[in-house]
């Protein structure tokens, strides 16, 4: 009875699929550490079980949440249901159920991403523009030219992702390498996505410039700075000290004779903010104003937030920009990100800034979103 039940389900679920046209392609199930807080018996499901099994009143305030979790339950049993049949004589039979398993195995991996997502409180700046700055470190001019590379990766993953970009600041080496330089990028939860950037990216490979073939290390620093909307800050003007002077560099005539570049110091915090990019003393004093103000919100909120996150491995703000986050080994073709310990081998299409950087993205957000349900559990069981 309950074989001729499960094909007529198997048959019933495909032809329904055939008729609605293809599949859409669906999200990934996320890392092995949320599959682990999933598992029976994990702590994950335990709390799940225990919102299906309270009274209305609880039920009530998490209904969403509630239906998820016996949508999921009801789902994994079909699953474990149909995988029987893949031990039946019947060929065709076999193969309508290996069809009915993939069908459940990624509506499940959905089920789950939408119970994260319900669980998992946004961060207030999670829908927020931000200010993307890097600066070379250790390593001379190697250190500058691995700047240039990493800079443009960024832009060009923005463009992957339909994002604005556009440069604030730009100060190239000699050899065309990259000291210091700032964009502001904008759109859908940019913030979100880069917000786990921030920190010391090490490079190791043999420079252009060495005649020996010694493989090299160099360092460069990244900083994500969320801009704030006029309601998440606001600034005093009598708190603002700004003066001007003739901008330094290569730049002609110009750098001598024009007042042209911008220092703002925010008098209460110390905080200071330059621009000498542009030939204009109002569009460096914008520049300079917009780098101010992300500077002092990202300050705000690292006070907030530097006890609840406190033993997280990964960091956003002052204590992520300061630890190495990442290593670029091209002798070894492989990206290293030392937070969740995954590599990836293929280096050339990495620093394209596409899928690949994007899959490296969603490994740290789907961690984070990790420590996060552990945090929730732990104060809720």
Same mark, same amino acid.
Not at 10 to 26: E, I, K, N, Q, S
Not at 148 to 164: G, L, P, S
Not at 282 to 300: P, Q, V
């Given at each position: 009875?309950?074989?001729?039940? !499960?094909?007529?389900? &198997?048959? #019933?679920?495909?032809?329904?699929? %055939? ?5 859409? #392609? ?18 994950? %499901? ?19 949440? &509630? ?27 076999? *193969?309508?159920?290996? +069809?009915?398993?993939?069908? /459940? ?5 959905? !089920? ?19 200010? $993307? ?39 190239? =080496? ?43 290390? @160099? ?5 994500? $700075? ?38 703002? &110091?925010? $008098? ?6 330059? /621009? ?6 109002? *569009? ?21 937030? @530097? ?14 920009? =300061? ?9 070894? +073709? %492989? ?24 899959? $490296? &993205? ?6 984070? +979103? ?12």
């Amino acid at each position: 009875m309950m074989r001729t039940r !499960l094909l007529w389900n &198997v048959a #019933r679920c495909l032809w329904t699929r %055939r008729a609605l046209g293809p599949a859409r #392609r669906h999200r990934s199930g996320g890392s092995p550490q949320l599959e682990e807080l999933f598992a029976r018996g994990g702590p994950l %499901r335990t709390y799940l079980e225990r919102q299906a099994g309270s009274g209305p009143h609880v039920r009530a305030r998490g209904s969403e949440l &509630v239906a998820a979790a016996r949508l999921l339950s009801d789902k994994e049993q079909e699953l474990r249901e149909t995988e029987r049949l893949l031990q039946d004589e019947n060929e065709d039979l076999r *193969k309508l159920a290996e +069809n009915e398993i993939t069908s /459940c195995q990624k509506e499940i991996a959905q !089920l789950k991403h939408q119970i994260i997502l319900l669980l998992v409180p946004s961060e207030e700046t999670d829908e927020n523009d931000l200010i $993307l700055e890097v600066t070379a470190g250790v390593g001379g001019q190697e250190a500058m030219l691995f700047t240039a590379e990493m800079f443009d990766m960024y832009q060009q993953y923005a463009a992957f992702k339909r994002w604005h970009f556009e440069i604030l600041e730009y100060f190239p =080496s000699e050899i065309g390498g990259l000291r210091h330089a700032s964009a502001s990028i904008g759109g859908s939860e940019t913030y979100k996505h880069m917000k786990f950037e921030g920190g010391v990216h090490r490079v190791q490979r043999v420079p252009k410039t060495e005649k020996q073939g010694r493989i090299h290390t @160099s360092t460069m620093t990244v900083a994500i $700075l969320p801009q704030p909307t006029e309601i998440n800050l606001v600034i005093n003007p009598k708190d603002l000290r700004i003066d001007t002077k003739r901008a330094s560099g290569a730049g002609g005539q110009h750098v001598n004779t024009t007042d042209s570049a911008v220092r703002i &110091v925010h $008098l209460p915090t110390g905080v200071v903010s330059e /621009c000498q990019q542009e030939r204009s003393q109002l *569009k460096n004093r914008e520049t300079a104003m917009k780098k101010l103000r992300a500077k002092l919100y990202s300050m705000h909120l690292e006070e907030e937030t @530097s006890k609840r996150y406190s033993a997280r491995k990964i960091q956003i703000g002052t204590k992520g920009r =300061s630890e190495k986050i990442r290593t670029y080994n091209f002798p070894q +073709n %492989r990206v290293t990100d030392h937070r969740i310990n995954k590599s990836l081998y293929d280096l050339e299409t990495f620093m394209q800034g596409e899928y690949l950087l994007d899959e $490296l &993205v969603q490994s740290l957000k789907d961690y984070a +979103n990790y420590e996060s349900l552990v945090e929730i559990i732990s104060r809720k069981l």
